[in-house]
């Protein structure tokens, strides 16, 4: 059993991972994607304007990543701390 | 063979292996009707939930509304992905190790609370009802092509076909059925598109060939795009139109909404472990991102094929546009279905497609002898399936896609019927009348509950409020909030109380369907809004569909208020919060039951 210390340390832990993983959710959606949709809109890749590229295609694909990233971190944090399931 | 016959076919073909898994795959227990006997792979169960997920909405009216809107559908595809982050990060882990069967049983434990727990269920059935109506919408639209009939027959026979496999399902067989119909949807969404993309700009791949030249050209579609809708008078496709509050704020209701959506979460108390919870959700998202990278390559390519079917010469042009009886096959078949009209308005016996609202295009318009836009229809929700036989691809296309589209409203319209009928089973019957009901009266309660929702879902699909997707935005606006708060504050706030936690509820419920019903009718029965539903009148001009996440921010709000004068929860509770925060001894909490 894992000590209360050990366990709050564990959720502090991942408290940080959660609020990093949500900044990068936020600024690939929400900022690049409609607040600063019409700046970035300037560049362009291929036929695809970056803030319209941002909102219909790259932020989903981050999201992805994101997730499996979080994941795989988690997995690394829950031996750390000892508190993976039998 | 013909076009009728091959769609018979496929469909019937694809009906018979779905009923063969949930008989196969039928429930004996309670455990198996409720969360499949938590024995679902991680993938297994992320395929799944795609399934469950993507609805009618997404694989019918998505690439319409893309279509139709250009950018501003951003916020549909960022919305309706970007709650699987929150999700993965902040519910999915931890109500799985709590280890229950629904979502308002872990509410109403909790907050220590039975009050509490009845209003999540009123949330969640009023949220999967919401949801379920634009189901039963896109399986009318569907039918109708399909078998020829009218709309409400086509509802009729969905109504039909979805009794039946809900009450075969239970958990088990739906989740099985639902990796099936995963398979057929999403093979019938990426062929069409893959044939499309390739046709206009040579790229096989449809999430390249939207940002790719035209065939021939050095023109990227995009700006052909953009072009050919200007010189219509419609906004240019790319550009927004929303303001940026209003797609900050949607996306973000859509987003928390995804997340608090009861048929979605429940899908996570499936999975053996916590970290398999984790994944899972990552898992689902990438099986959803497949469908939703295509969708503005469809969305925009069906548009453009659209105007340039109508528009075959230069605007203003004697003969650049298409002559009524000339026009195509697929054009007379969807007339037949009344989701597209053309009424010829000046009389020329040719087809004149183009924003008449436009006041800078008006005179234009006059010069050319054209009075008014004469496509006085033209539905949103039949682009993708008319997608096909715009493109003239092969037939046995066109009768894959109908198998798709039906696949999708039935595997959603399963997992919400569930969700509906184990709040009603299992949280009020089992939880609160009668706590000593046995598990067959328990299962018999959950299959008459599926039955009664069935009959309200359909009758709300023959009488919607907006097109189909718009109606699921309203259900995306009461998840958001009332049940997503309650979730995450129940997980990462341990000092919150069970009086905070209801106020919150009811305050989130309450703003966000006064303030729809303020702009949409009470219940939204037409004629009584109090207000036209109109951007000048909106608060601060945020939409109805955007409300949720200012009622979610109110049910944070008050609920933390309230929750600072209340006493806090008693100290088994705290333990319990700690207790799901760490992955640690999920096999023994998820045997209590």
Redo the contacts between chains.
Sequence with gaps: M?QPTQ?QA??TA?LKL?AM??VI?FVV??LF???L??QL?AIK?????LG??F???G???I??V???F??SR??KL?QKFN???? | MDLKTLTFLVVGATFALYIGIAIWARAGTTKEFYVAGTGVHPVANGMATAADWMSAASFISMAGLIAFMGYDASVYLMGWTGGYVLLALLLAPYLRKFGKFTVSEFIGERYYSKAARMVAVVCLVVASVTYVIGQMKGVGVAFSRFLEVDFHTGVFVGMAIVFIYAVMGGMKGITYTQIAQYCVLIFAYTVPAVFISLNLTGNPIPQLGLGSDMVGTSVPLLDKLDMIVNDLGFAAYTAQKKTTLDMFLLTLSLMIGTAGLPHVIMRFFTVPRVEDARSSAGWALVFIAILYTTAPAVGAMARLNLMETIQTGPVGSADGNLIYADRPEWFKNWELTGLLKFEDKNGDGRIQYYDDKSATFAEKAASFGWQGNEMVTVDRDIMVLANPEIANLPNWVIALVAAGGLAAALSTAAGLLLAISTAISHDVIKGMISPDISEQKELLASRLAMAGAIVVAGYLGMNPPGFAAQVVALAFGLAASSIFPALMMGIFNKNMDNIGAIVGMLVGLLSTLIYIFWFKGWFFVPGTEMAANTAENWFMGISPESFGAVGAGLNFLSAYLVSKVTPPPPEHIQHLVEDIRVPMGAAKAASHH
């Design positions: 894992s366990r564990y959720w991942n959660v993983c949500l959710w959606s929400y994607g409609i607040i949709v019409d809109n890749i291929g036929g695809y304007r319209f590229w909102a219909q295609q932020s989903m694909y999201f992805v994101l997730i499996f979080y994941a988690m997995r829950d508190v993976e399931e039998d």
